[in-house]
């Protein structure tokens, strides 16, 4: 066997959300190829949308993906309002910012303490973490189920919350509901600071990537639940055109349409988030990620679990103070009467921008649907990061460079059940 | 090793019929002095029940000290070889690859279980068995011929012997920490096969049916979400599927008579269980 030619393949991804492999070849010192396969079976939701009432699409599209099902309601009763040119008083929408801030709390702590810190410590998984570091692993449950806690009081259930309704909510909680989540989200502030302090200590493989980001960007805060779209290139532009820059394509290796933005493979998620947009993090969080080592922007992939570990800290920072300054709203929901519109809504997804389409009739039944959820678009800007990474590790024999190429789908998070799970990768030498 | 795992296969619906699972007792672990294996398996789905697991952040470390975890990808890339003690099944079967991988998963495993409605009922996909999964093709993506789908998305147990069905879409916590706690002990699961509606009496809810003429799913529904549509005045959309008898001529003037019209009934029984055959809605009504 020579080296010249050399062939990785992961054919069943861990610690990702979702069923899908890697393919990488590599002749002459060349990578030819680096192939996300995506094989998670289709599941047809824009088809079956379609003659499905406007006040569907929020139970229907959460389940989507059980990670993040928060982000599928919020694009889906954004698109129904706009259709129907209904805007929900400001109590509610600060409501459903704090519903939202539960999922990102609970989703990054997921990954970064069960699915990416076992890659930088050497560990298949956190379990096994948890026969030597049980206070660490401890820490990051204890921060999940702070934001499940959320979930849980706002959203009435913590995966695919029942709550949550276009036009607001069944129920809001009073104040007294929100005091005993006030306690545990304090605790859970000190765990996500030692969070940040922790991570940044960890060793990065020197990488910066000229990526093209995009991002949403809500004039009066970190963007989370709504906001117009702004690109690091300048660009910027309401939800309503998101179309017209973001084209999706299919590929024949995946079941997950890829995404161009204008032309160009592009990356949503927390390091563009945070590039864009991280002068409006509170004081606290962005002390936090300037201790950390964070400038103003981040291109280092690696380093997205320190963002993550921002936000996770900035999402309870939040949290608190929409519970400090909670109005209950009464009512909980606004009626929102069908109209023949279209819609659109688009909202950060904890892996990045998640847009929904809908076309209604006059009777409010849907015509068409058309749901771009971040792992599609961030699908081309993964498989040129791991073709970068294997041409700058050559030298890596195949145990440690495949351990390199997991790592690097990982740091983008990539939920695989809006478009992959456990990457299997096999090495070929020819 | 076939006849080996035929064996295996004999006992476990030994077990589900009588609830003890001497393999997996006290005696039989010091037997070979093993702690039980648990795996994990992913058909199509949203991962969300199994993220269940997951989410039992104070019982999980506690847990994983009682047995291995030898196949579970989205937590882990350790994967140990069969046979295993406890099966966890999450998704349904909708591709072909699909229907070769749970006769595997089948012949490898001690007890099956299948988790959430995607694999006891075909999930929310099981709507294509309805339609048109050509159509339902070409409108997702451009080159249809790329994607390689059944036209059904049909329940594990249309394939392969199940031991236990645990219900909802999602799952819940409480319940899939029985199932697993039963199965370790050896003793059959205590999952009640009633309607929403007794855990909303028990809750001491007010029904929303009555009390605010808001339509629920409850009568007809099986518990085990703890009724959490009644507690924020949201009547229940039926995650769970139905109940063992369930009686939609019974309920559905009743819905009727809260407002819903022919075809809000028609769409809202055909959502996460649209497949299961007790929430088909009867001639008349449909």
Avoid at chain 1, 265 to 284: D, E, F, I, V, W
């Amino acid at each position: 066997m020579s080296h010249r030619s050399r062939q990785l393949k992961v054919s069943s991804l861990a610690r990702v959300e979702g069923e899908g492999a890697l393919h990488v070849v590599i002749e002459d010192g060349q990578v030819l190829q680096a192939d996300l396969q995506i094989y998670e079976p289709p599941r047809f939701f824009e088809a079956f949308l379609r003659g499905r009432q406007h006040t569907e699409a929020n139970d229907i599209t959460s389940r989507i993906c059980g990670i993040c099902p928060v982000a599928y309601q919020a694009s889906a009763w954004q698109a129904m309002e706009d259709a129907c040119g209904v805007v929900v008083d400001d109590r509610i929408a600060e409501l459903r910012r704090l519903l939202y801030c539960g999922e990102w709390i609970s989703s990054h702590s997921l990954h970064i303490y069960l699915l990416h810190v076992p890659d930088f410590l050497g560990y298949p998984d956190a379990i096994t973490l948890a026969k030597d570091h049980r206070a660490i692993v401890e820490r990051g449950l204890s921060m999940k189920k702070a934001g499940n806690a959320i979930l849980e009081l706002v959203g009435g259930r913590a995966i695919h919350p029942v709550n949550p309704r276009v036009g607001g909510f069944y129920s809001a909680p009073t104040l007294a509901d929100l005091a005993p989540l006030a306690a545990q989200l304090r605790h859970a502030l000190d765990d996500a600071l030692a969070t940040v302090e922790w991570v940044a200590t960890f060793d990065f493989p020197d990488l910066e990537l000229d990526r093209e980001f995009l991002a949403l960007r809500d004039p009066a805060r970190y963007a989370i639940e709504r906001g117009e779209l702004v690109t690091s290139g300048g660009l910027s532009f309401p939800v309503s055109e998101f179309s017209e820059h973001v084209v999706e394509h299919q590929v024949p290796h995946s079941t997950a349409l890829h995404a161009t933005l204008d032309g160009a493979p592009y990356l949503t998620g927390p390091l563009a988030r945070y590039s864009l947009n991280s002068a409006q993090l509170s004081p606290l969080a962005r002390e936090a990620a300037s201790a950390a080592g964070l400038g103003p922007t981040c291109r280092n992939p690696f380093r997205s679990i320190v963002v993550r570990a921002v936000e996770t800290a900035y999402a309870i920072d939040e949290a608190l103070r929409l519970i400090d300054a909670y109005e209950r709203p009464s009512p909980a929901w606004v009626p929102v009467p069908p109209r023949a519109a279209v819609g659109h809504g688009a909202s950060e997804a904890p892996r990045g921008v998640l847009y929904h389409r809908y076309e209604l009739d006059a009777d409010g039944l849907i015509e068409s649907a058309v749901i771009v959820p971040p792992t599609s678009q961030n699908q081309a800007a993964i498989e040129a990061d791991v073709r970068d990474v294997v041409a700058g590790h050559l030298d890596l024999d195949d145990a440690a460079l495949t351990a390199l190429c997991e790592q690097t789908i990982r740091n983008y998070d990539p939920c695989i059940s809006c478009s992959t799970h456990f990457l299997e990768l096999t090495v070929e030498r020819r | 090793m076939s006849e080996h795992r035929s064996e295996y296969r004999s006992e476990a619906r030994n077990v589900a019929r009588s609830g003890a699972n001497p393999a997996m007792s006290a005696g039989a672990k010091s037997q070979d002095s093993r702690a039980p294996t648990l795996a994990v398996w992913k058909f199509a789905s949203c991962d969300g029940c199994q993220l269940t697991l997951l989410d039992c952040e104070d019982e999980l470390l506690s847990i994983a000290g009682e047995i291995t975890i030898a196949h579970f990808l989205e937590a882990s890339r350790n994967v140990l070889p069969g046979p295993y003690d406890v099966s966890l099944v999450e998704g349904s079967i909708t591709t072909p690859g699909d229907v070769e991988r749970i006769q595997r998963v089948r012949a490898e495993s001690r007890v099956l279980i299948t988790i959430g409605a995607c694999a006891t009922a075909g999930g929310i996909q099981a709507l294509r068995n309805f339609g048109d999964v050509e159509d339902f093709r070409s409108v997702v993506y451009a080159s249809p011929q790329y994607i390689d789908t059944l036209a059904t998305s049909t329940a594990i147990s249309a394939h392969v012997p199940v031991d236990f069905e645990l219900r909802g879409c999602p799952i819940d916590k409480r319940q899939l920490l029985e199932v697993i706690i039963a199965y370790l002990a050896g003793r059959k699961p205590d999952i009640p096969d009633t309607s929403v509606c007794t855990e909303c009496k028990r809750r001491g809810l007010t029904c929303v049916m009555v009390a605010d003429g808001t339509p629920c799913l409850g009568p007809v529904t099986h518990a085990g979400c703890g009724a959490v549509c009644p507690s924020v005045r949201r009547g229940c959309y039926g995650c769970f599927g139905p109940m063992t008898g369930a009686n939609l001529p019974a309920l559905i003037p009743q819905l009727h008579a809260c407002g819903m019209s022919d075809g809000d009934v028609d769409r809202v029984f055909a959502t996460f269980n649209v497949a299961a055959p007790g929430f088909a809605l009867p001639e008349a009504g449909a």
